[in-house]
């Protein structure tokens, strides 16, 4: 069932485990990760993105969220988060329909004006009591701000700096914050690693949730590290669409002949479930409901 988000994230930090944030945009991701949520026993964070909301309608998309939370998960606990919301006006719909978290994504703009924009945000979310998550630092990928494909980047140039860091949500008050440790957006496995020293001195001065964005291809053991390190929320998206891709994929080509959507789509979500049950498992968010 619905909750607070905070009643989520605090108990993952007293017990020291990772609590998975899964990006949805329809029926079947929903239900796939609550049902996940359900099969083990997990908490768990459903958010959408900006083209989510985009694709699916945000009253449409916020109904089917809240309505398989309160049924299908009602013995979890789940809380509902927007992600990269760059759009300000995105960001205060969320807020006023009901989302638990919203992600105020300025990490393009100067530094001045993140601070800005995510102390502005901060405070109208407060007002709802809803949590809100800001950004530091850039994170490479499809929902980053430059290309892999320049060649000219210097990864470190583009890393959260601890220090800006303490200082970035002493005066934003944000609830938790995304950081920039060498991960990004999309699966690149085997190019994407964790900076583990930077993310433990992080955690080490900033003491909100940090949050770990773009791990769809780090091992289970990179993802256990940055858990030890200070990393209460991780989110995965990627990973769900290759599942997806590849079921539907299977089922199409051994039975072609298929016209019912649902004959198609029911393997596919079984294949997301199934992976964000073993994510799940990696985090240690299992048994924790």
Request: hydrophobic share 40%; aromatic share 4%.
């Amino acid at each position: 069932m619905i909750v607070p988000i905070k009643q989520i994230i605090n108990k993952a930090r007293q017990g020291r485990y990772a609590v998975g944030a899964f990006n949805t945009s329809n029926l079947e991701i929903t239900l796939a990760i609550i049902r996940a949520a359900v099969k083990q026993k997990s908490p768990v964070i459903i958010q959408t993105s900006e083209s989510a909301i985009d694709y699916s309608n945000l009253a449409i998309i916020f109904s089917i969220m809240t309505t398989v939370a309160n049924t299908i998960g009602r013995a979890v606990p789940i809380a509902i988060h927007l992600d990269h919301g760059k759009n300000t006006k995105i960001v205060r719909e969320c807020i006023n329909i009901g989302y638990n978290s919203v992600h105020m994504d300025a990490s393009d703009k100067d530094y001045a004006t993140n601070i800005h924009l995510s102390k502005t945000m901060a405070k109208l979310a407060h007002q709802k009591k809803i949590w809100i998550q800001a950004e530091l630092g850039s994170i490479l990928g499809k929902e980053g701000m430059v290309k892999l494909e320049t060649g000219e980047i210097n990864m470190k140039d583009l890393l959260t700096d601890p220090y800006q860091a303490e200082d970035f949500v002493e005066k934003t008050q944000v609830d938790t914050l995304a950081v920039a440790v060498g991960t990004i957006h999309g699966h690149f496995r085997g190019i994407e690693k964790v900076d583990q020293v930077r993310l433990k001195k992080i955690s080490q001065l900033v003491n909100i949730p940090i949050v770990l964005h773009g791990g769809s291809g780090l091992s289970p053991q990179t993802f256990k590290q940055a858990i030890k390190n200070g990393v209460s929320v991780i989110n995965i998206d990627t990973n769900l669409r290759l599942a997806f891709k590849k079921a539907l994929q299977n089922t199409v080509a051994k039975e072609g002949d298929i016209v019912d959507p649902r004959k198609t789509l029911n393997p596919a979500t079984e294949a997301m479930q199934k992976e964000v049950e073993k994510m799940m498992r990696i985090f240690g968010s299992y048994n924790k409901a």
